[in-house]
Structures are given as structure tokens and as C-alpha cells.
């Protein structure tokens, strides 16, 4: 079975950095775009960053120039580096994936359980 499990978030003071992963578990053989969301207490999920199979990548306006996606598709692994955190970056941070083709076929719209992210002031 195809899990999305993510680690590396934590506390941090403003101006600081984190960096979040996400490891694709099972027999895999292929990963379609992945995102990185955020949900803050009170608001909506919010796409924060795309990477596409072929590295391209794009970001929220509140956060361009900040944070950085990447993956490693022989590792089945995407990263967000976050630098320059302020408060308003606190929220649980999500990865997902729109399609992954495993031994079982292809499979749609997975997601992480969340890391929690919480930047002081």
C-alpha cells in the first residue's frame, strides 16, 4: 500500500529555516506532480508549492523567494525548504501527490498526515 509520510517540521523563531521531507512508501514505479498544502488553525488548506515529474515548479505569492521544492524521483521523495520563516508560515504542512503508478496501478490524490510547523515571533 502506497503511504506519503512526511517529517522534519518543528518550532523555529522567525528568520529561521526548516526543511520538510516526504517519502513515498511501497513497490513504486512512478510519481506524477506533487504539492506541498498548509493549514493554519481557523483557515483553509492552502497550496503552498507544486514540482511536476520533470522539476518544475511553482509557488504561492506568499512564499516565493522564501521556499524552495524539490524531489528525488529515484528516491520517491519530495522536499520543501523553508527559509526566512515568519509567524504567519505556522500551520500543518501537508504533502501530496496527484498520481502514483505502483505494483497495484495507478493510484489518485494522496496525501501525507501532516508535520507541524510553528514559527515564533
Known amino acids: 500500500q502506497v503511504q506519503l509520510v512526511e517529517s522534519g517540521g518543528g518550532l523555529v523563531q522567525a528568520g529561521g529555516s526548516l526543511r520538510l521531507s516526504c517519502a513515498a512508501s511501497?513497490?513504486?514505479?512512478?510519481?506524477?506532480?506533487m504539492h506541498w498544502y498548509r493549514q493554519a488553525p481557523g483557515k483553509q488548506r492552502e497550496l503552498v508549492a507544486t514540482?511536476?515529474?520533470?522539476?518544475?515548479?511553482d509557488y504561492a505569492d506568499s512564499v516565493k523567494g522564501r521556499f524552495a521544492i524539490s524531489r528525488d524521483n529515484a528516491k520517491n521523495t519530495v522536499s520543501l525548504q523553508m527559509n526566512s520563516l515568519k509567524p504567519e508560515d505556522t500551520a500543518v504542512y501537508y504533502c501530496?501527490?496527484?498520481?502514483?503508478?505502483?505494483?497495484?496501478?495507478?493510484?489518485?490524490?494522496?496525501w501525507g498526515q501532516g508535520t507541524q510547523v510553528t514559527v515564533s515571533s
Open positions: 501530496h501527490a496527484d498520481r502514483i503508478r505502483s505494483v497495484t496501478g495507478w493510484g489518485y490524490d494522496y
Open positions: 511501497g513497490t513504486i514505479f512512478s510519481i506524477n506532480t
Open positions: 514540482i511536476t515529474s520533470g522539476g518544475s515548479t
